[in-house]
């Protein structure tokens, strides 16, 4: 109970720090309005007039995202970018990013309509919020202010976004698929002399785990869970449609919604895990750790991991580990509803200045200025460029000390343009493309399901997903006596009856996708 | 009314002012915390619309108490939650008025304040802390009593987190542990207030220990007694959510006993839950936790009237 209060009241700060940040922000550029105001006049006398006239006041939306490392100094990245969005648009932004931490708590409360917000990131399902009225429909504003966004992204991608035929958000620049690979310490792999080149299924790894073992008694092979209380087999080869309630096994291949846990493969993938548990490769505890994977793989305690398969894994992986991690594909490539839904850039229901947030937004995803100083903020404060144009870190400051730096740039609608960092692959962007046509895309792209009707069930679901899957993808718990168990909790439970339900709406999709 | 009863009244509302202005920040601080956001309640009954807002969005009448009761599970949350509370109440009482009871008894003043702070620490330790503390007695791999304890006997370790049958007794113990300490700061409180002579008088008459407890002690400390278990009564559809959600560390298997209502409306809204059915969950604790409250008052009316709280 005191946890709640504490974390009430912390809110209830949280929520005031919020109002307070924004007045100051509507505060400040006031002033700057009418400062700039007299700059831009005597500007349009001599530049011929652009999309804006002389009596057009200068808008200021609000928007709120987070960073994953260090961004305090993100007004001064916002003063920067006001300064060219005031030209080009006529907009000034006043940011908020949150920690990452903050986020997850908050992401809720800002969705729910008490906040003063124009422009949001959205993480998770784009459709929950839909669902509950979070998200304004941006066809027509799309339509009139969206075309830098229209030349950057892949159409196809954006079409498959829609919900009920309507856009709610712009997806975020990036991989529209991924695989699942094994994640795996490479200096250490390298150092023993190993070859992993023929690794193409989880069997193939159990050799090199053992020759891992032998060498370090004290590392552990393989983690399936840690940091996390989310369940780690989620979308082997299968389009888990949002919730792994009910699925499309093989890629999505057919549209037959089928309960994951009933299956084949589902089983052969615990039942390998509860051999290597047995075996010594799975930690005892992994079911309960709650260290982050990067920290365990940085401090040697475990060899390799689930991971996710896309251009560029392996230096992202080793940027958050800081040793060195390989990927190895176990499964191809899938795009699936939730890839492109799962990170979007929408304009909130009860935004007053909808017009000025797509600008805004459309100025994030195509201008190159704008999209180095959110990835990146402002060279020579923040980041210097190198001789071969990439950027780098100022003299004498690293991950820690330099004050703006987001580290991981997913979240932003467009990081594709705009700069690379030292040791990240300069033709990411491309490759990336080529992966997301490549992929393979599930018969089910662009479907996104609606749990109103069966909300209960999902919420009983999800406990007896706590309950039992956790334990049993870890190897923890016997295969024999606790799968069967778990299956019949979750009929009990209702998952017949969620899966009957996607079913009905995943036809009606594909019967108004044929028309 | 007459004069001089006016006079009177007016007399005794001046008398009261400083500490009618004493009570005011609690006052306004319970008015702005505990009823100003009481009309919130009907989201319970609703499907919340962020468009529609609070009070436009459409009623949905009991649809968003179902999911609390349709699953087999409510009956395993609702029986974890109630006697887990119950048996916090029962031990937490004893165990305070006996620790209570002999730092009472403990003449050296600084002795004294050294255990009642030792015994005090683990209630100012954050639970999350906490759950790291029993991780590293607990752990299969490196905890404490696999390590030092188990192998060294010749024991199989045991897996905790794994077990259900140990977890009931830990609970308890941890709940204990650290309550114990500021739940008998009360207790210390009445005592130091009772009259030696009492005692003296007793001791002279030739009463046992035992019967100078019962007849002297007890009856002295069954106000605060009754109090602070009709306080307990009324959150006993609420678990202290840290002891059941970070102590055994989110492990599934554990479930059947360590799972509470708040636990269980934790995990099941977790991903995209709705508003309402929060709401709800919310709604009904606090409705039961009221009507439990009225009836053990009721109760205590019965038996004796003059400790009832109202």
């Given at each position: 109970m005191k946890r709640k209060i504490c974390s009430l009241l912390l809110c209830v700060a949280m929520a005031v720090g919020l109002l307070a940040g924004c007045g100051d922000g509507n505060g400040d550029s006031a002033g700057d309005i009418s400062g700039d105001n007299d700059n831009q006049e005597s500007g349009n006398d001599s530049d011929s007039a652009d999309d804006k006239t002389d009596s057009e006041e200068i808008i200021t939306i609000n928007m709120c995202t987070f960073g994953w490392g260090n961004v305090s100094d993100y007004k001064l990245v916002q003063d920067a970018i006001n300064e060219i969005s005031r030209e080009e648009i006529g907009v000034e932004v006043n940011l908020t990013m949150l920690d990452v931490s903050q986020w997850v708590e908050q992401q809720s409360l800002l969705m729910s309509g008490s906040e003063p917000i124009d422009l949001l990131y959205s993480s998770g399902s784009i459709a929950t919020g839909v669902s509950q009225g979070t998200w304004m429909e941006l066809d027509d504003l799309y339509e009139e202010y969206g075309q830098g966004i229209a030349q950057e992204l892949d159409q196809e991608f954006l079409e498959a976004s829609r919900i009920n035929g309507h856009i709610y958000g712009i997806p975020c620049q990036g991989e529209f698929a991924n695989a699942r690979t094994i994640a795996y310490r490479k200096d250490i792999v390298e150092e023993l002399g190993l070859d992993v080149s023929n690794v193409k299924t989880l069997d193939d790894w159990v050799p090199i785990m053992e020759a891992v073992k032998e060498a370090y008694?004290?590392?552990?092979?393989?983690?399936?869970?840690?940091?996390?209380?989310?369940?780690?087999?989620?979308g082997y080869n299968w389009d888990s449609l949002t919730d792994n309630f009910g699925v499309l096994m093989d890629y999505g291949a057919e549209a037959t919604v089928v309960n994951v846990y009933e299956t084949e493969e589902y089983e052969n993938l615990v039942r390998t895990m509860r051999a290597w548990y047995e075996a010594g490769y799975v930690a005892k505890d992994t079911a309960t750790e709650t260290e982050s994977i990067n920290s365990l793989l940085g401090a040697g305690r475990v060899f390799s991991t689930i991971g996710t398969g896309k251009p560029g894994d392996e230096e992202e992986s080793t940027n958050g580990a800081g040793v060195p991690i390989g990927h190895i594909d176990l499964t191809e490539a899938l795009s699936v509803t939730t890839n492109i839904t799962g990170e979007m850039w929408g304009i909130t229901s009860w935004s007053e200045e909808p017009e000025a947030a797509m600008k805004f937004l459309n100025l994030m995803y195509s201008n190159e200025e704008v999209a180095t100083l959110l990835n990146y903020g402002i060279e020579g404060v923040h980041y210097s460029v190198q001789e071969d144009g990439s950027f780098n870190y100022l003299e004498g400051q690293d991950i820690t000390s330099c004050t703006y730096h987001p580290q991981i740039l997913m979240f932003w609608p467009n990081s594709f343009i705009g700069g690379f960092w030292d040791g990240d692959d300069p033709n990411c962007p491309e490759e990336t493309k080529v992966f997301n046509e490549e992929a393979r895309k599930s018969i089910a792209l662009g479907f996104s399901y609606d749990n109103a009707n069966v909300i209960n069930e999902v919420a009983a679901c999800q406990n007896v997903v706590q309950q039992y899957q956790i334990a049993l993808d870890a190897g923890a718990v016997d295969v024999d006596t606790v799968l069967p168990e778990f299956r019949q909790a979750l009929k009990d439970a209702g998952i017949d009856k969620i899966i009957a339900e996607k079913q009905s709406q995943l036809d009606d999709w594909m019967a108004q996708k044929g028309e | 009314m007459t004069y001089r009863k006016r006079k009177k009244k007016t007399y005794q509302i001046k008398k009261y002012i400083p500490f009618y202005l004493m009570m005011m920040p609690a006052l306004i601080y319970l008015f702005i915390n505990n009823y100003m956001p009481m009309p919130g309640l009907v989201l319970a009954f609703k499907q919340y619309n962020v468009r529609e807002g609070i009070f436009g969005s459409p009623w949905v009448g009991l649809r968003n108490f179902e999911f609390l009761f349709t699953t087999n599970d409510a009956w395993v949350i609702t029986r974890n939650t109630i006697l887990y509370n119950l048996a916090f109440m029962v031990f937490g009482t004893v165990c305070a008025i006996g620790a209570a009871i002999i730092l009472n008894d403990i003449i050296s003043k600084r002795a004294k304040k050294a255990y009642q702070t030792i015994i005090l620490l683990p209630y100012m330790i954050s639970i999350v802390a906490v759950a790291f503390l029993v991780n590293a007695f607990l752990a299969t791999d490196e905890g404490f009593i696999n390590n030092y304890i188990m192998e060294p006997l010749g024991f199989e370790p045991i897996s905790f987190y794994m077990e259900k049958k140990y977890w009931p007794f830990l609970l308890v113990f941890l709940n204990l542990w650290k309550n114990v300490g500021y739940n008998c700061i009360f207790y210390l409180a009445n005592l130091g207030g009772i009259d030696p002579g009492y005692y003296e008088a007793a001791a002279l008459d030739g009463a046992t220990r035992w019967q100078r407890f019962s007849r002297i002690t007890l009856p002295f400390l069954n106000p605060t007694i009754i109090t602070m278990t009709i306080l307990a009564v009324g959150r006993i559809f609420y678990s202290d959510f840290g002891l059941f959600y970070q102590v055994p560390m989110q492990s599934g298997t554990l479930f059947p006993v360590t799972q509470t209502i708040d636990t269980y409306v934790f995990y099941g809204l977790m991903g995209g839950g709705s508003m309402g059915a929060s709401a709800a969950a919310g709604f009904y604790q606090s409705l039961v936790g009221f009507v439990l409250v009225l009836a053990t008052n009721i109760i205590v009316n019965k038996v004796s009237k003059e400790n009832a709280m109202f």
């Open positions: 008694p004290d590392m552990d092979g393989f983690a399936t869970n840690s940091g996390s209380s989310q369940a780690q087999w989620l | -």
